[in-house]
Structure formats: structure tokens, C-alpha cells
């Protein structure tokens, strides 16, 4: 078995997260997450129904989508739950289309009347968008179709919560809700040694249980082991990309940079065998200039 300097999982990992909310037995580790997350509008989720995660256009035409977790609850209200990495252009646009997906599959062939169930589409950021770089401590935003001149929300079915993680700095004695905790595990799972006594709770002595690689059987561990190598490497490519495209730019102008930094990050992708859509997504190149970075390598 690999040897690993960590006890648990990072659930930043996709193996990691979807070992922890995404299996049918761990269900309720997702369930106190999102009641937690909702309790304010969704008073108590009693149940939750895994849904199939790949969704089609309505056409072949249409892009597909991949959700890392989707799932209803009792009322049929609908969850997409996304785990993203790494920065990517229009990833809010990404989660929008994502989330007519689930809109649509509401449709009636027979006489309908357009009510819809409610639709949630959380973001797990392992990053911070560039225009929330002036507000450090707000970590969690909620958006919702909003009348500019009144405020008030003119649509409640439709919900974007972005969490930006690398803002929750908080320590353990400065915890002071449930939720708290849940970012609080999430962020640092992957640091700790054992369960700090202010975690023993337990929904938090399962997801540790749960996430201790010693209890993984060989092939839960090679699934682990290729998802954290990708997880880092993808890390590492993108922060050597940063650096170099800022040294450039500092050299040939800002401008030039930034475009030298998408072309770096998109080879660097190119070498770790990501998929040109998910490259086109990740730097906002065309697929053509990509397509001839990939015949230049």
C-alpha cells in the first residue's frame, strides 16, 4: 500500500470529495452539509435522492454536462453540488448553464402550467475570483434574480452559492457554528492528525472515519493516490505558469503576459492529458490556437 504523509484524504481531491458526499452510504455527511448551508430558506432537508450526474443537451448538438454531485430532496428541489480547483474563465457562466439543465428535465409533455421546483447550484472554490480580491473576509456569496432598484429578490428559485475557501481562515477556537466546522473540515481535513475534541460530533467522527486513507483497500487507495497526483500536479503546472507569465509580463507588458500565461497554462495542461474543452474553459484560448500549441508540442 502507498505510503502518504497525510492521515485523510483532501477533499479537494475529485476521489476525496466524492468519496465524502458523493457514495450512497456517506449520504448523510452531505445531508447535515447542505442543511447546514440552507437551513435559512430550506428549513430541514429530511432526504436526499441521488440523481444520474451526466446530463444532455436536448439535441445531439448540445454540450453535456458532468456534475460532480447531483441530488434532490423530498420535495423535489434539485442540488448541483461542484467541487472546482483550479481558477477557470467563465466558470460563472458554467454554473448557469449547469443549472438549466435541471430546469429543463422539469418539463411536462402533457398540458403544464411552467411551476417549477427549486434549483440550487453550489460552488466549492478552491480559489478567489479576481473581484472579490478586495473583500478578504467575505468568503460566502449568494445570488439569487434580484430587482436592481428595490433589492429584493424578484425569483426564489433560483440560487448560486459561490464558497470561496482560501478565504476561511478561521482557527478552531474562533468556530462558532455547525457550519463553521463543515468549512473548517473541508479546508484543512488533509492537515490534521486526528479529530480535534471541538469536531467530536457525530456527523464529523464519520466523515473522519470515512476519510482516513488506512482504512481504504488497495484499489480505493490507487484511485486516491492518481487523483492527488493530478490534483498537485495540476497545481503545481498552473503556479509555475503564474510566475513565469508574471515575469514576462513585468519584461514585455501586462497585456502580452497575461496572453503568454494562457499559453503556458494550456501546454502545461496539454502535458498532463486534460481534455481541450476543459483547456478551453480553464485559459479561454479558441480550440483552434490550442489545437496548435498540442501540434507544436
Not at 432537508?45 to 454540450?63: H, Q
Not at 486513507?213 to 509555475?240: C, G, H, M, W
Request: glycine fraction near 4%.
Amino acid at each position: 500500500m502507498a505510503e502518504f504523509a497525510e492521515r485523510y484524504i483532501n477533499p479537494f481531491t475529485d476521489y476525496g470529495f466524492k468519496k465524502l458526499f458523493g457514495e450512497e452510504p456517506n449520504k448523510d455527511l452531505l445531508l447535515d452539509f447542505l442543511n447546514e448551508l440552507l437551513k435559512e430558506e430550506q428549513g430541514q432537508i429530511v432526504a436526499l435522492t441521488y440523481m444520474k450526474n451526466e446530463n444532455l443537451g436536448t439535441s445531439e448538438l448540445d454540450r453535456k454536462a458532468i456534475f460532480d454531485i447531483y441530488c434532490e430532496n423530498e420535495r423535489g428541489e434539485k442540488f448541483i453540488v461542484e467541487l472546482q480547483k483550479t481558477k477557470q474563465n467563465f466558470f460563472k457562466d458554467r454554473t448557469v448553464y449547469y443549472s438549466t439543465f435541471p430546469i429543463r428535465e422539469q418539463a411536462k409533455r402533457t398540458d403544464w402550467n411552467y411551476e417549477l421546483k427549486a434549483v440550487y447550484t453550489i460552488a466549492i472554490l478552491d480559489f478567489v475570483f479576481d473581484e472579490d480580491k478586495h473583500e478578504p473576509q467575505k468568503y460566502r456569496y449568494d445570488v439569487k434574480l434580484t430587482d436592481i432598484e428595490t433589492k429584493k429578490v424578484f425569483y426564489d428559485k433560483l440560487t448560486f452559492i459561490y464558497l470561496e475557501m482560501p478565504k476561511f481562515n478561521k482557527t478552531l477556537e474562533e468556530l462558532e457554528t455547525r457550519f463553521d466546522k463543515w468549512l473548517y473540515v473541508i479546508r484543512n481535513l488533509n492537515r490534521l492528525n486526528r479529530i480535534p475534541d471541538k469536531l467530536r460530533e457525530r456527523v464529523f467522527e464519520k466523515l473522519f472515519e470515512t476519510a482516513e486513507i488506512a482504512r481504504f483497500t488497495p484499489d480505493q487507495v490507487q484511485s486516491y493516490e492518481d487523483s492527488l497526483k493530478y490534483y498537485r500536479d495540476l497545481k503545481n503546472s498552473l503556479d509555475t505558469a503564474r510566475e513565469e507569465g508574471r515575469e514576462e509580463g513585468r519584461e514585455e507588458g501586462r497585456e502580452e503576459g497575461r496572453e503568454e500565461e494562457k499559453h503556458e497554462i494550456a501546454r502545461k495542461a496539454l502535458m498532463l492529458g486534460l481534455p481541450v474543452n476543459d483547456i478551453i474553459n480553464l485559459t479561454g484560448l479558441s480550440k483552434e490556437t490550442i489545437e496548435q500549441l498540442k501540434s507544436d508540442n
